[in-house]
């Protein structure tokens, strides 16, 4: 069964305070890794796809990188707007996506 | 170019009764998928339609249904609703069944009282 554990469950920052986000999975065939963003009460909208050990794809101040057994979605001196929940999910041999619970980002100004 | 929407925006229904929700994918898209959210969870795969046929489904029980039509929209519909069934209910489109990127709807907040 495929599993996603996203940490921390909430991270408050500083507005300019870089961090990173941690996506722990495990898949049976790594069709694809998926980070969302969403907004409360609103969809999730599509950040990135990673689909192999070593790739990394950045956009604006986000930046996500892949591992065998992790990702990581780095966050460089975030704004007040990148405050939103971040969700990260797999796609193995199923195709059927599995998401984690995750990560609640709360940037101050 | 008009993203997916999905209908209605919030819903308010009694245990027992049955409901049905609607999504249109997004232009150039043919391939549907149906999530529940509950509070504070990531989103939970109900099932997917791609050509008119159910092709995957999760773990939900008949209670569950779908169908898709000729121009790909798509409907969820739950009977005898229990209030556990209250969730974010959000709809994925993406085009063919490589089904990697999905792109959401706003979602359909359904409250089972």
């Known amino acids: 069964e495929d599993q996603v554990t996203q940490s921390p469950e909430a991270l408050r920052l500083q507005e300019g305070e870089s961090s990173s986000l941690n996506c722990s999975y495990t898949?049976?065939?790594?069709?694809?890794l998926f980070w969302y963003r969403q907004d409360p009460g609103k969809g999730p909208e599509f950040l990135f796809t990673l689909y192999s050990a070593g790739e990394e794809k950045e956009k604006e101040r986000l930046k996500a990188t892949l591992t065998k057994k992790e990702s990581f979605l780095h966050i460089t001196a975030p704004k007040p707007e990148d405050s939103a929940t971040y969700l990260c999910?797999?796609?193995?041999?199923?195709?059927?996506?599995?998401f984690g619970r995750g990560t609640s980002l709360i940037v101050h100004p | 170019d008009a993203g997916v929407t999905q209908s209605p925006t919030h819903l308010i229904k009694t245990r027992g009764q049955q409901v049905t929700l609607r999504c249109s994918p997004k232009s150039g898209h043919d391939t549907v998928s149906w999530y529940q959210q509950a509070l504070g969870q990531g989103p939970q795969f109900i099932f997917q339609?791609?050509?008119?046929?159910?092709?995957q489904r999760g773990n939900f029980p008949d209670r569950f249904s779908g169908h898709q039509f000729p121009n790909y929209s798509s409907e969820l519909n739950v009977n005898a609703l229990l209030l556990g069934d209250s969730a974010l209910y959000l709809c994925?489109?993406?085009?063919?069944?490589?089904?990697?990127?999905?792109?959401f709807g706003p979602g359909t907040r359904l409250t089972v009282l």
């Open positions: 999910a797999v796609s193995g041999g199923s195709y059927i996506p599995t």
């Open positions: 339609y791609y050509e008119e046929e159910e092709r």
């Open positions: 898949v049976s065939g790594l069709r694809g």
């Open positions: 994925a489109s993406s085009a063919g069944q490589a089904r990697n990127e999905q792109f």
